[in-house]
């Protein structure tokens, strides 16, 4: 996996999860079982969010962009929790280490694929804006020209990207991690793998979502099942149906895609290549006009919100690069042996 690295700054402004902390001694478990409290309504409370006033809003790059927003925030809640529990590296067992780090490569694969695609649907910006360019002249001599540019984008955007097909292993992967590992003799470690699971449940879906938009398919789309003793189990069931239901819906009514400002950008697209297909007449004058200033709002609310979402897609990134980063220095500084697991596996 490659992706070019930018220079290691601070970006959390917590204390580093992973240090080993020099407090002696354990705390009370009223107070530990406080903490994971507070993860946990904080956790449904995200959750809930992600339910909007309009079903119509779900899967629009706004709405795409709280719920990466709120992914972020998870893990660093994750952080947080792990500090404040007093729980340092040198307690860990392997296999929590296994487990955290290569969850951290799977999330890292799939930001990247997510990044990907982000960047060709805004690439797609610059042929729209050579058209609207050749539309406004106002000069029907440059219309073919305007023509094949939409055309080009129809063509660019319609394309697969290689990249988005990797998602669905990695879903699948997701999904398998997560059953809970046992944790014997230590109630620390026992609040700390609930705490994930919540994290690794909204991150797993979340980014189904995300793979289910960027593919054009449901399949991606995932349905899954917590214990529904766990405090937040009804807010997630509860997104996770509204959710998901209203997906489907738009997959079912055959649309060229399912994210609401592309599908407004192509629907005045299809629009103005039929009036350039049909001829602008002196009639039509005032409706192509019309079509060609609404090409140019919802254009620009796309590249807006593409841009948007890219940069906390990014975010999200460096949030897992920088937890993980700080486990293995922090392993390594301890005179811990890295997992065997992870020999090798470089991001």
């Not at 109630?187 to 189904?208: D, P």
């Not at 449901?218 to 997906?247: G, M, R, Y």
């Not at 979402?309 to 990014?314: E, F, I, P, R, T």
């Amino acid at each position: 996996m490659s992706r070019p690295q930018e220079p290691h700054r601070p970006f959390f402004h917590f204390a580093n999860p992973f240090r080993k902390n020099s407090h002696k001694g354990s705390q009370f478990n009223p107070k530990r079982r406080s903490l994971l409290n507070d993860f946990e309504t904080a956790l449904s409370k995200k959750l809930q969010k992600l339910v909007p006033n309009d079903k119509g809003d779900i899967l629009s790059l706004s709405w795409m962009k709280l719920a990466m927003e709120s992914l972020s925030e998870i893990h660093c809640d994750i952080k947080n929790l792990i500090t404040e529990l007093d729980l340092p590296v040198t307690e860990w067992d392997e296999k929590w280490m296994d487990l955290y780090l290569d969850i951290s490569v799977k999330l890292l694969d799939i930001s990247i694929a997510f990044t990907s695609e982000l960047t060709r649907l805004n690439q797609g910006h610059l042929l729209l804006q050579y058209g609207l360019h050749k539309l406004e002249s106002d000069s029907p001599e440059l219309f073919s020209r305007a023509s094949s540019s939409l055309d080009s984008w129809k063509q660019h955007i319609g394309s697969k990207n290689p990249r988005v097909e990797t998602c669905r292993p990695i879903l699948e992967k997701l999904v398998e991690s997560l059953n809970l590992p046992k944790v014997k003799n230590s109630s620390k470690g026992k609040e700390l793998m609930r705490a994930m699971y919540g994290a690794k449940v909204a991150t797993t879906y979340i980014c189904s979502v995300f793979a289910a938009a960027f593919s054009g398919s449901s399949k991606n789309l995932l349905d899954l099942t917590v214990p529904n003793t766990l405090p937040w189990a009804q807010v997630f069931s509860d997104v996770q149906n509204t959710v998901n239901v209203e997906i489907r819906n738009r997959f079912s009514c055959g649309k060229f895609t399912v994210l609401r400002e592309l599908d407004a950008v192509d629907a005045c697209v299809k629009e103005l290549s039929t009036l350039l297909q049909d001829g602008v007449g002196t009639s039509e004058r005032e409706s192509f006009k019309n079509s060609v200033s609404d090409l140019r709002k919802t254009e620009e609310k796309l590249s807006q919100g593409l841009d948007n979402l890219l940069k906390v897609v990014d975010s999200f990134f460096k949030i897992v690069l920088m937890g993980r980063d700080a486990l293995l220095c922090n392993l390594r500084k301890a005179g811990g042996a890295v997992p065997d697991s992870l020999i090798g596996k470089n991001v």
